[in-house]
């Protein structure tokens, strides 16, 4: 069983629409958990950390739960800049390397 | 905003070289970490170094790899003898001790 998994897509949104996609993770101990976003051929940069409680930033909300070992991330009010992929990430500790899933893949459209 | 920096962003090698990739962590942190991520997959982690030593590494991280932080500033990635397998993009990351972790805009190694 992989890591971390997520549905690669694409999800194809209209324009100031909302999506939703998910991740699960295997590794129970795993401790912190974020969403980045990488555009085509560029690093990965953060999005947002996912606290339990859930948390929210802008149009984005992400949700963690720890007992079905899953987070989600929804966007509303897709934009055309929002077109990326993905990448669900987790790791066991501070200083402690950073599992990546294999990304989805979000196109925008107008 | 203090960032990561990596050089150079295309690397052309033939197999069998040796390559250095280098980068510029940000400067009050103390994690660095090399990924890599072959076209088409996930990102993957190689190694991670504190305090001046490797504190983990993955199997991808065999003999052939090794990592120098040879001054206060710069955080290197040695390939001895590169194989076709080893092209992909090498990503450099730093944290300063929290679980965040910021990445640099990488290096493109294409083993020919």
């Known amino acids: 069983r992989k890591e971390v998994e997520q549905d690669p897509g694409p999800f194809n949104v209209p324009e100031g629409a909302t999506v939703a996609f998910n991740c699960t993770y295997s590794?129970?101990?795993?401790?912190?958990f974020f969403w980045y976003r990488q555009d085509c051929r560029k690093e990965p940069k953060l999005l947002m950390s996912?606290?339990?409680s859930g948390n929210e930033d802008g149009r984005f909300t992400a949700q963690l739960n720890r007992a079905s070992q899953y987070i989600s991330l929804l966007i509303r009010d897709s934009k055309l800049s929002d077109s990326a992929t993905y990448l669900c990430?987790?790791?066991?500790?501070?200083?402690?390397?950073?599992?990546f899933g294999g990304g989805t893949r979000v196109l925008v459209k107008p | 905003e203090p960032e990561v920096t990596q050089t150079p962003s295309h690397q052309v090698t033939q197999m069998g070289q040796e390559v250095i990739l280098r980068c510029v962590p940000i400067?009050?942190?103390?994690?660095f970490y090399w990924y890599r991520q072959i076209l088409g997959q996930k990102v993957e982690f190689l190694v991670s170094?504190?305090?001046?030593?490797?504190?983990?590494k993955s199997e991808i991280f065999d003999d052939q790899f090794s990592v120098e932080r040879p001054d206060g500033s710069n955080f290197t990635l040695k390939i001895r003898s590169t194989k076709l397998e080893d092209s992909a993009m090498y990503f450099c990351?730093?944290?300063?001790?929290?679980?965040?972790?910021?990445f640099g805009p990488g290096t493109r190694l294409l083993v020919l």
């Open positions: 990351a730093s944290g300063g001790g929290r679980e965040t972790q910021y």
């Open positions: 590794n129970s101990a795993s401790q912190s």
């Open positions: 996912v606290y339990s």
């Open positions: 990430v987790v790791n066991k500790a501070a200083g402690n390397k950073l599992t």
């Open positions: 400067s009050n942190h103390l994690y």
């Open positions: 170094f504190y305090n001046n030593e490797i504190s983990e």
